[in-house]
């Protein structure tokens, strides 16, 4: 079992009171592992923006802009996590779905390294 420590104590994360997490199964489960670098990062803003119910009232329009995307593109990041199973649309209304359960990853999947969120949405995007 390899030993963790924090790497910077003095910035450990605390749940916000305003609510907003990213599950971890997000990834283990592999669940955006069929969508682009883009529906990753819609997924992420969804996932900032939703209440705990994971419902959002964002506008396409709001949400094209603050993603710099057009509305044509959006519509189609928004299919990829709706067909992935993590998405539920009827405009105006989002809804982040609950997670399927995750399979384990094989110890060779698993490297220890330490990445940032930026490097690992960089490599998923290049191998697209």
Same mark, same amino acid.
């Given at each position: 079992m390899m030993n963790k420590k924090l790497l910077a104590p003095e910035r450990l994360r605390q749940l916000p009171r305003q609510f907003s997490w990213i599950d971890q199964q997000l990834v283990r489960g592999g669940s955006l592992r069929d969508c682009d670098h883009s529906a990753w990062a819609l997924y992420l803003f969804l996932a900032?923006?939703?209440?705990?119910?994971? *419902?959002s009232y964002y506008s396409d329009s709001s949400v094209a802009q603050w993603l710099h995307f057009d509305l /044509? /593109? *959006? @519509?189609?990041? /928004?299919?990829? *996590?709706?067909? @992935? #199973?993590l998405l539920a649309y009827q405009k105006p209304l989002y809804q982040l779905l609950a997670l399927p359960k995750a399979q384990p990853l094989s110890e060779a !999947? /698993? !490297? #220890?390294?330490?990445?940032?969120?930026g490097d690992l949405l960089r490599h998923i995007g290049g191998s697209l």
């Open positions: 900032s923006v939703s209440d705990s119910q994971g *419902l /044509r /593109r *959006l @519509a189609c990041y /928004r299919q990829q *996590l709706i067909q @992935a #199973g !999947t /698993r !490297t #220890g390294q330490v990445r940032s969120v």
